[in-house]
């Protein structure tokens, strides 16, 4: 009877046939939007696992546990080898998997590719916006031609002077330590005056105010830890999930901090977009009344000729010359695009330098045999004491063998990724008839430190052996075997800026200093956050020459 009466009603079957076409709507776009996605990815990660060769994960939580990132999955990623000599699939967990490349060959392909960063690089556009590191596509391509002046060598010799005059913030440390017997933590030194060369060198601004430590090296050691803990975890790789935890909110805290002590403007409670606003419109105007003769001018080897507006009576400085850059329409950088470069300079300049220092420490410290024939060649072209200068910068043979020793033992930027747009054919170096073929999305990690380590290319891969960037030793290898800065187009730009300060620094130390590990010391553990550092900092023992 009910029934009945229902299907009497006006209407009964209009209103039935449009709320059954609603929800079959909404079945179409669930499945077409989430079903159906979400089933080609497992399937394209099954498919992967069976394509490349992997150890045998955890059925849950795939290589976490088996290769950690740390000290001990470093070296477990390197004995693998002998196993899987060119690649490894790594699971992070049942339904996530990577790539892992560690042989020139496929290296060099990747890399002479144009394939963007890898999904990682998302969570560190929170720290360092979206400059040259995080970018891709045409923007990077337009920034990258913009800013390749700015480190180009006649603008990079003008800086030896800023890092000879930082340089007390190191000694008068290394003199307290060396009169007091004890050790001391260098890794905290090296990161202020690494910190306080950048300030001068970006913005031209003193990098403390009081003459206390900042606490800006700890909030990007604190980002970058935070960072790969969050990449290796899929529980946090949501936003919404990642800033409600103790971790995000730190996180977000640490992040505030820190564009605040780029943008100082002395005095001055502004909100952080003021801040920089009110730093590049006061910049401009300076330039603007500049005498036009102050410039510095030079072409570079591709005969592209650059010329910048320099202050009266001021170095060239970074932010100068990225608030006068032109494509080559003539158009200059956007103020927001100006503040993500000077981030970017900042946060990943102040790092990858302070722990490239903190490990050539502790290297010297630890060979002194070698840390003697530095110190004999840089008295020998330096002298014994007084600025070092920047025409003496490449007669230091010893000192540069060593510097490349150190970065291929320890590669600051260890690991770097990417995301594949299309199909990519691998060969197999070791079996011609055998190739593997990556699906487009696939995300592939280059692992520099297990690159550097490689038998195949390097004899004894665990010593200390300067000489082994001689040019006899170096003739047959492979040039993607050796890649501190990355390689190809996508290479590190601000590579020679970095290794010109580590050579500066160093020549003073070495002069004044001998640098020792602490008696029960032999070794120091690796901390692979988005840079390699040196776990809980670098104890050193300090003498006097």
């Known amino acids: 009877m009910a029934v009945n009466s229902v299907l009497l009603q006006p209407g009964w079957m209009s209103g039935t046939l449009l709320s059954d076409v609603i929800v079959a709507f909404i079945l179409v776009v669930v499945v077409k939007s989430v079903v159906v996605p979400t089933v080609n990815f497992f399937n394209a990660q099954r498919k992967l696992w069976k394509t490349v060769p992997s150890p045998t994960p955890h059925w849950l939580l795939g290589h976490v546990l088996q290769l950690p990132h740390n000290d001990a999955g470093y070296r477990k990623r390197v004995e693998m080898i002998r196993d899987f000599p060119f690649m490894f699939c790594y699971q992070i967990s049942w339904f996530v998997n990577q790539v892992f490349l560690y042989h020139p060959e496929p290296i060099k392909k990747l890399l002479t590719t144009q394939n963007p960063k890898g999904p990682g690089y998302e969570n560190v556009k929170h720290l360092l916006g979206n400059g040259l590191i995080t970018s891709s596509g045409k923007k990077w391509h337009r920034h990258r031609h913009m800013l390749t002046p700015v480190f ?83 529980l946090m790789w949501s936003d919404k999930v990642f800033f409600r935890t103790k971790m995000g909110k730190r996180w977000k805290e640490a992040r505030r901090r820190q564009r605040e002590k780029i943008w100082v403007i002395p005095d001055t409670l502004h909100p952080m977009t003021q801040r920089s606003s009110s730093i590049i419109r006061d910049r401009k105007q300076v330039l603007a009344r500049s005498d036009k003769n102050e410039r510095v001018s030079c072409a570079t080897e591709d005969g592209t000729f650059f010329s910048f507006q320099r202050r009266k009576n001021k170095s060239l400085d970074f932010l100068d010359m990225l608030i006068q850059a032109k494509d080559e329409k003539g158009q200059g950088l956007g103020e927001q695009d100006i503040v993500d470069e000077v981030t970017t300079m900042f946060s990943a300049g102040q790092e990858t330098t302070a722990n490239a220092m903190s490990w050539f420490s502790y290297l010297l410290a630890k060979n002194q045999d070698w840390q003697e024939k530095c110190r004999a060649e840089v008295t020998e072209v330096c002298g014994s004491d007084g600025e070092i200068l920047w025409e003496d910068i490449p007669k230091l043979k010893i000192l540069s063998l060593c510097v490349k020793e150190t970065l291929r033992l320890y590669p600051v930027a260890s690991i770097v990724g990417r995301t594949l747009t299309s199909d990519m054919t691998f060969k197999n170096p070791y079996n011609s008839t055998q190739t593997v073929t990556l699906d487009k999305g696939t995300a592939v990690v280059i692992n520099f430190h297990t690159l550097h380590r490689h038998p195949d290319f390097w004899e004894d891969p665990e010593a200390f052996d300067p000489e082994r960037f001689t040019a006899e030793r170096s003739k047959d290898r492979p040039p993607f075997a050796y890649l501190p800065f990355s390689g190809s187009y996508r290479n590190c730009i601000g590579q020679n800026f970095a290794l010109n300060q580590i050579k500066v620094t160093f020549c003073h130390i070495l002069r004044r200093f001998r640098l020792r590990l602490p008696p029960g010391v032999k070794n120091i553990a690796m901390d692979p956050a988005l840079t390699l550092q040196p776990h809980n900092g670098l104890p050193v023992k300090v003498e006097k020459i």
């Open 152 to 234: 180009y060598f006649e603008v990079l010799k003008t800086y030896v002077k800023t890092f000879n005059e930082s340089i007390p913030l190191l000694t008068d440390w290394l003199e307290k330590v060396a009169e007091s017997g004890e050790s001391g933590d260098i890794c905290k030194q090296l990161a202020i005056l690494s910190y306080s060369n950048l300030s001068q060198c970006v913005m031209s601004q003193p990098a403390y105010k009081d003459g206390t430590p900042m606490p800006y090296a700890k909030a990007i050691e604190s980002f970058s830890q935070t960072s790969m803990k969050r990449l290796y975890n899929p």
